[in-house]
């Protein structure tokens, strides 16, 4: 399966930010997906993931409240809503699936990997 990521850019503290990973070439309701980050000069790091029917949901804990992970079965897509968004969150973002009913917060774990779409937040 092919992942496309889409959806970043630039933003102020405080502000919002919805990404995209369209999926492509394969079954996507077979596959968890999981979103993960990587800062520059940082180990890349679990963000948030969804089971493969969209029902359960799982999120590192620095971002809980503010970011939501969902899915669209219909239209192949995943989403991770980014709200009151901090510079901290500031890096790559990657989608990530797995071909599995549950995800895993380890990125060695999944299977097939989208470009990354940066996301800065200025203080």
């Known amino acids: 399966v092919q992942l496309q990521a889409s959806g970043g850019g630039l933003v102020q503290a405080g502000g919002s930010l919805r990404l995209s990973c369209a999926a492509s070439g394969g079954t996507f309701s077979r596959y968890a997906m999981g979103w993960f980050r990587q800062a520059p000069g940082k180990e890349r790091e679990f963000v948030a993931a969804?089971?493969?029917?969209?029902?359960?949901?799982y999120y590192e804990d620095s971002v809980k409240g503010r970011f939501t992970v969902s899915r669209n079965n219909a239209k192949n897509t995943a989403y991770l809503q980014m709200n009151s968004l901090k510079p901290e969150d500031t890096a790559v973002y990657y989608c990530?699936?797995?071909?599995?009913?549950?995800?895993?917060?380890?990125?060695?774990?999944?299977?097939?990997w989208g470009q990354g779409t940066q996301v800065t937040v200025s203080s």
């Open positions: 969804v089971d493969r029917s969209g029902t359960f949901t």
């Open positions: 990530a699936a797995v071909e599995a009913l549950y995800p895993t917060t380890g990125w060695d774990r999944y299977d097939y």
